[in-house]
């Protein structure tokens, strides 16, 4: 049963009193926007709504999941009687509720967590990163909360910037930690089963990223890879955030901890005149290149407000992971003193803060997505020519076709002429044949223009595609199918256009735009021909402006029905390649071979096998905006002719598919809608060029 998508919760959310089966949620009110249509927080894997309750005088976080994760319901079970026993104060109250929201007369599950509204740990260090006293305040807590998740056999496995927040106390200002999303979090009797999520890649241990590990023990390195930032930039500050900071971690990525050595941010960090930086980043690069369950606990390096020092075998280790010389230097505690880490007392899990603001609210991170098994990548395909693949059939053809056609004039010419008149046969035999060679000339020129591959002024390759008529949308008998796919309808391309063979690659974007929106980012792999991620709708338009000014061209976003057009290439069935999903890895980078340990990123693009009509990654890789508004209803009233979509909307169409999505989510007739501004690492686009005329 495919999960519904953010568009249909959308629906469900405005009507709480009708699709829930929570009796306090029924009466709640979800926070909406200028439009009144309900604001998700959206994930990898679900998207959160914040919904408030006005009999009760609660607010929760509403958490709707878009994406299968295995044993979801069986987790959340254990998770949910574990932290029951162990009352741990700094997590948040939760329930599994199912059946829970009714979309297209079925029920599908979701969270119930009470919403917390505070600061996200990055935020806080954002606006505190001068105050020195404030971030001080922090280490001791941290330390605390280690021991406590760890007497508590719990791990979090996902321990990152948005997964912690800093909760201000309304009265007296006192600071408390709060953990949220406990989708991947590990309690004593799921022991022995896999990881449903690897957490934020720049918090983990490179092993756990590798192997997937799931544990007691996966915490150890995001426990002490925090610390070590909090207390670095207590000693750099502002010039250390400003430098290091993505808006994706604190300071250190997930290529630091793959390659210390080659890492600009530790070797600056080792640097710094602070005998505690010094420590704690040494035993980070160290525990980089050791098992995660021989890290060291935070608590056993970082006590009483200081960092053990590093003995001199790890001293030499440190140097050598981190490539410095091995001459001893020295290092000072710096000078100026620190603000006062006074406070008024209170829990462990809190420590008081002065002039603290209040009013922040604090989304909650729905988190990376679930891992499967890694599957094996399908083959390279080889690149095409110049000439589309039908245009190549359709030229070999075209010369049988006309060796036929003169022996079966010849015949019949020959009946009509009789063996008599030889002159008269010859002539009229001449005459035939030319008329036929024009005609099938014709059709010739037609057909290898079916593929016709130009190339622009940045390399960009794109297919004429010529102008013809397709069902648009699929039967209601096809495995899979959603609402919005129907009815089915004839609709007709009356220009032919060009499209992009591949999708924009990042060498493209920066050679117009000359930007690098993925970079830092979540689940990237850089390079110039690798789909370019993290662009939004406007800056889809924006690229293809900049190019149209550059080229002399008009260039845009193909249109939904044009797209659909193009993707089938002629077919009627779910893929153009038939109605068999196994055979996708052949043709796209979808979920059972680029969601795996190692490669969840966009890939290059053009590695697969083409459609008919010469374009790659049709499926999969990323999704592809198009021009129109989306609507669930519009094929209901589409006009037959160049459909350009409703008039007007909240979401714009993206098609095609992810590289982290099912086979069901990359069929020719799928469609999805996305808020205009919304940028991900599974979003993309390709560009349309008017023909001439």
Request: with cysteine; net charge neutral; charged share 20%.
């Amino acid at each position: 049963m495919p999960w519904p998508q953010s568009t249909e919760y959308n629906a469900a959310i405005q009507n709480l009193c009708s699709s829930v089966s929570d009796d306090e949620l029924r009466g709640g009110e979800p926070v909406v926007n200028a439009l009144g249509i309900p604001i998700p927080f959206s994930g990898n894997f679900a998207d959160v709504y914040k919904v408030h309750c006005p009999k009760t005088g609660n607010t929760w976080a509403v958490k709707c999941f878009t994406r299968e994760s295995p044993g979801l319901k069986e987790r959340y079970r254990e998770i949910s009687a574990h932290l029951s026993r162990a009352r741990l104060p700094f997590t948040v109250d939760f329930r599994f509720v199912e059946p829970g929201i009714r979309i297209r007369g079925q029920w599908h599950p979701f969270l119930k967590m009470r919403w917390v509204e505070g600061f996200a740990l990055n935020q806080f260090v954002a606006d505190y990163v001068e105050n020195r006293g404030t971030l001080k305040l922090l280490l001791p807590m941290w330390v605390k909360l280690s021991q406590i998740l760890r007497r508590a056999e719990v791990a979090h496995c996902d321990l990152q910037h948005g997964n912690v927040l800093l909760v201000p106390a309304s009265a007296t200002g006192a600071l408390s930690l709060k953990l949220i999303d406990y989708d991947g979090m590990y309690v004593p009797t799921l022991s022995g089963r896999r990881s449903a999520e690897l957490g934020h890649p720049s918090y983990q241990h490179p092993q756990r990223l590798r192997e997937g590990l799931f544990g007691p023990e996966v915490d150890r390195f995001s426990h002490l890879a925090i610390y070590c930032a909090i207390r670095c930039l207590i000693a750099g500050g502002q010039g250390l955030w400003k430098r290091f900071n993505n808006g994706e971690n604190l300071l250190f990525r997930e290529t630091d901890h793959k390659e210390p050595g080659a890492s600009e941010v530790f070797r600056h960090l080792w640097s710094l005149p602070d005998p505690d930086v010094h420590a704690l980043v040494g035993r980070v690069a160290l525990a980089t290149r050791v098992p995660l369950d021989r890290v060291p606990l935070l608590e056993d390096v970082a006590s009483n407000g200081s960092a053990v020092p590093l003995s001199a075998e790890e001293e030499q280790t440190a140097r050598e992971i981190l490539g410095v010389a091995s001459a001893g230097t020295s290092v000072s505690v710096p000078s100026e003193p620190a603000e006062s880490d006074s406070g008024p007392e209170g829990p462990w899990w809190s420590s008081g803060t002065a002039g603290v603001k209040t009013e922040l609210p604090g989304p909650l991170d729905t988190g990376p997505p679930a891992v499967t098994p890694p599957a094996l990548s399908a083959l390279r395909a080889p690149r095409r020519g110049k000439r589309g693949p039908l245009g190549q059939s359709f030229f070999g053809s075209a010369i049988g076709l006309l060796s036929a056609a003169v022996e079966l004039i010849d015949r019949f010419l020959g009946r009509i002429a009789g063996k008599k008149n030889a002159l008269v046969h010859r002539f009229l035999r001449l005459a035939a044949v030319l008329l036929l060679a024009v005609v099938l000339a014709l059709l010739v020129s037609m057909a290898l223009r079916i593929g016709e591959i130009i190339t622009n002024s940045i390399g960009m390759k794109l297919a004429l595609i010529p102008a013809g008529e397709f069902m648009m949308g699929s039967p209601e008998s096809e495995e899979g199918r959603n609402g919005d796919e129907g009815p089915q309808h004839r609709v007709r391309i009356t220009r032919a256009f060009y499209l992009g063979t591949t999708e924009v690659t990042q060498g493209q974007w920066e050679s117009v735009m000359g930007t690098k929106p993925w970079s830092g980012k979540f689940y990237v792999k850089e390079g110039s021909d690798y789909a370019a991620t993290y662009v939004g709708w406007e800056d889809a338009v924006k690229f293809c402006r900049k190019l149209s000014a550059k080229e002399g061209k008009e260039y845009r976003l193909p249109t939904e029905a044009e797209w659909e057009y193009a993707c089938r290439a002629g077919t009627t069935t779910a893929y153009h390649f038939g109605a068999d999903a196994s055979r996708l890895g052949d043709y796209a980078w979808y979920h059972d071979n680029a969601f795996n340990v190692e490669e969840r990123y966009a890939h290059q693009v053009g590695q697969k096998r083409p459609n008919g009509w010469g374009l790659y990654d049709m499926y999969g890789n990323v999704w592809e905006w198009c021009a129109d508004w989306y609507d669930d209803e519009y094929y209901a009233n589409s006009p037959a002719d160049d459909a350009t979509g409703p008039a007007s909307g909240s979401n714009r169409v993206s098609r095609g598919g992810c590289w982290s999505f099912h086979a069901g989510n990359c069929r020719s007739s799928h469609r999805d809608g996305d808020w205009p501004d919304c940028r991900s690492s599974g979003l993309g686009f390709r560009v349309a060029l008017v023909a001439a005329e």
